[in-house]
């Protein structure tokens, strides 16, 4: 008999190679000479939710160390949250914001964000920096307290907790 929590593990990491192959292949896809210039923004698109898909894949099939160094995308930890009654609302189209630091840092980050975080909280993300919106200002100035291990620097100014990468 298997032990379901190691299959559960191999189903993932399966998984997981699925969709980097299949975000390679979007990439490929998006490259192509005479590709319609409409069809590349849909293309990154899709490259964002195969990558968002990928990481709350790693988050549910894998145990992790809370001191081990990982590179994970917030977005996953936030869509999880999301659909556990969390508040933070997020479009899976946009582009990831990758963390780097110890798997119990950024858990932790994560979950201060959604102690501070109330019904209507919407996050926004460019290539430099994720933006919250409608968070409890009390909590969220309070988290602007340098994460530990972490590649971020957080501030807040106009009611917007600004998380930029260092």
């Known amino acids: ?5 190691t299959l559960t593990r191999q ?24 590709l319609p210039e409409e069809a590349i923004p849909v293309t990154i698109e899709i490259e964002h ?10 988050l549910l099939a894998s145990a992790h160390d809370p001191v081990r160094p990982v590179e994970i995308d917030l977005r996953g930890f936030f869509w999880l949250a999301r659909r556990n009654g969390g508040f933070i ?3 899976a ?23 501070a975080s109330a019904e209507g909280t919407t ?3 460019d290539d430099t920096s994720l933006r919250l919106r409608g968070l409890d200002r009390a909590k969220a100035e309070a988290l602007t307290a340098a994460p530990h291990g972490l590649d971020v620097a957080l501030s807040f100014r106009d009611d917007v907790l600004v998380v930029r990468r260092r």
């Open 93 to 115: 189209t946009m582009p990831p914001f990758p963390v780097r630091g110890p798997f119990g840092a950024i858990e932790a980050l994560v979950a201060a964000i959604g102690a």
């Open 49 to 58: 939710e195969l990558r968002l898909t990928a990481d709350v894949l790693e």
């Open 11 to 34: 189903i993932g990491h399966d998984l997981r190679g699925l969709l980097a192959a299949a975000t390679t292949n979007i990439e490929y896809v998006r490259e192509l000479p005479g």
């Open 123 to 125: 996050l926004e993300i």
């Open 89 to 91: 609302t997020l479009d």
């Open 1 to 5: 008999m298997t032990n379901k929590p």
